[in-house]
């Protein structure tokens, strides 16, 4: 089963494709994975170009030695790979990071340096909404020293200042920006940085990235958009969309190794000491403690590098870029309209996402019952892996589900319970799925909603 150039089987390991689990219904079965905006499998290009990468794998940036050369020059060579992919401007900066939320709290660290406030749309994943609140109140908290017994208050503090100095625009009825509202939040507030989600983590939506950069600049403020649920979907074009400053996590495009990217202009990055200060990133430190900075990319990257994890995202988007980014979107549409149409022909079904936003996330609930026992049962009676949650999108789950009060849900945390987080039930494709995979949750559906 393949469309165009696609075919699964040729893209993942014989042991992720077999991967096997007991189940109570079907007994030993081969594993579905539905769960794929989380993460996603390692592609076989990627688990070769990593062995082979280890080989030869030696101190990156510190060597003499043939080992250290090598690494060096093909750890660099991932960032210009990255570069070119996402089309930045060719004296950008690719400053390696753990994941997006790494990359989000390292914009917000130089961002917090800079006067004015920072928007954030409402379907951000709290990873690129949070730190900017943490960044900011902690850099208008002052320079005031405290006791550890004062700490409790001082983070309550933190958080409300750090609020004040962000604000969120919202979603219309159809869960899109309207860019008149976006237009009118730049013009009464003096903003630093606009942050957009390039793909919802709940409804796939899609805003309309290259509009929105267009008003933030004509505002004044830098454009930053998170791609890590869209990068690995469809074509990021930095120049062509007008993005400053770019996120994504290796391992939510088939690179899962602990690599993420921030990519951003040289001109900002410059002026800033890193985010991290340590060792491999200064070129000497004076006898009284003075240190020099760099004024390349190297000044950003701190210690030994997570060198595989930079390598692997290099290989993974070779693979990519082999199929072709407009092949692997027909590929998935297929499968994501194959389920969208049973989940919304279903009437035990509830969908939570709209066919003209339909990507590759599906959230639903089955009416009555709980999400999360639903996702258990797809995973222990079927061998089938989707997840249950508020996938860190609290605003969006709620909004969904038309929560309007949440008083219950407050006090249910405080005590120490999660029962009462509002949760949807997220089945999320990827390369790595089949029509048998898709068949396969069908068919589970059926049975539980039977
Ligand atoms: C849209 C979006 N942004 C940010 C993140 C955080 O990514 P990571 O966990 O790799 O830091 C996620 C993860 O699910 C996401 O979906």
């Known amino acids: 089963m393949f469309w ?3 075919n699964p089987k040729k893209l993942f390991s014989q042991e992720i494709l ?6 109570k219904k079907l007994g030993l079965i081969n594993y579905v994975n539905l769960d794929n905006a989380a993460t996603t499998p390692p592609l076989l290009g990627v688990e070769n170009g990593v062995k082979k990468y280890l080989t030869g794998y030696g101190s990156v940036h510190r060597g003499a030695g043939t080992k250290s050369k090598i690494s060096t020059d093909i750890y ?3 960032r210009n790979v990255i570069k070119k992919f996402v089309n930045s401007k060719i004296d950008d900066y690719v400053i390696f ?3 997006t939320t790494g990359g989000i709290n390292t914009a917000a660290y130089f961002f917090s340096f800079l006067a004015g406030k920072i928007m954030v749309s409402s379907v951000e994943h709290s990873s690129s909404w949070l730190p900017w609140i943490k960044t900011e109140g902690v850099k208008l908290l002052g320079e005031k020293q405290n006791t550890l017994s004062e700490m409790e208050k001082i983070n309550n503090q933190i958080q409300k200042l750090g609020r004040s100095q962000v604000i969120q625009y919202d979603v219309n009825k159809n869960f899109e920006f309207d860019l008149p509202d976006i237009e009118r939040e730049l013009k009464e507030n003096k903003i630093k940085v606009v942050v957009l989600t390039a793909s919802s983590n709940i409804t796939g939506y899609c805003p309309d990235i290259k509009s929105v950069g267009k008003l933030a600049h004509k505002y004044g403020a830098y454009f930053l958009v998170d791609a890590c649920q869209f990068l690995q979907h469809h074509k990021i074009d930095m120049q062509e969309m007008g993005i400053d400053f770019l996120i994504a996590s290796g391992h939510k495009f088939y690179a899962p190794y602990g690599g993420g990217f921030l990519i951003g202009p040289k001109k900002f990055l410059d002026e800033f000491l890193p985010y991290q200060i340590g060792g491999g990133n200064l070129p000497y430190i004076t006898e009284q403690g003075e240190f020099f900075r760099y004024k390349n990319q190297m000044a950003h990257d701190p210690g030994t590098p997570n060198a595989v994890g930079a390598v692997a995202m290099m290989y ?12 692997i979107e027909k590929f998935e549409r297929k499968l994501s309209e194959r389920l969208f149409d ?3 022909k279903n009437p035990k079904i509830q969908l939570y996402v709209r066919k003209e936003h339909l990507s590759t996330v599906l959230p639903f609930n089955i009416k009555g019952k709980n999400p999360i026992e639903v996702a258990e049962k797809l995973n222990s009676d079927y061998g089938i892996g989707v997840r249950a949650g508020s996938f860190c999108v609290y605003q ?23 029962e009462k987080v509002p949760a949807l039930v997220r089945a999320s494709i990827s390369l790595c799925n089949n029509e048998q995979d898709i068949d396969r949750i069908i068919a589970a559906l059926e049975k539980l909603t039977k």
Request: positive net charge; hydrophobic residues 30%; charged residues 35%.
């Open 4 to 6: 165009n150039k696609i």
């Open 18 to 23: 077999d991967y096997q689990v007991k189940t």
């Open 76 to 78: 660099e060579r991932s």
């Open 97 to 99: 990071c753990g994941n």
């Open 316 to 327: 993974a988007i070779e693979v990519m870029e082999k199929l072709g980014l407009k092949n």
């Open 342 to 344: 049973y989940l919304s």
């Open 396 to 418: 969006v789950v709620r909004k969904l589900l038309k929560i309007t009060d949440e008083k219950d849900i407050i006090k249910s945390i405080k005590c120490g319970e999660s």
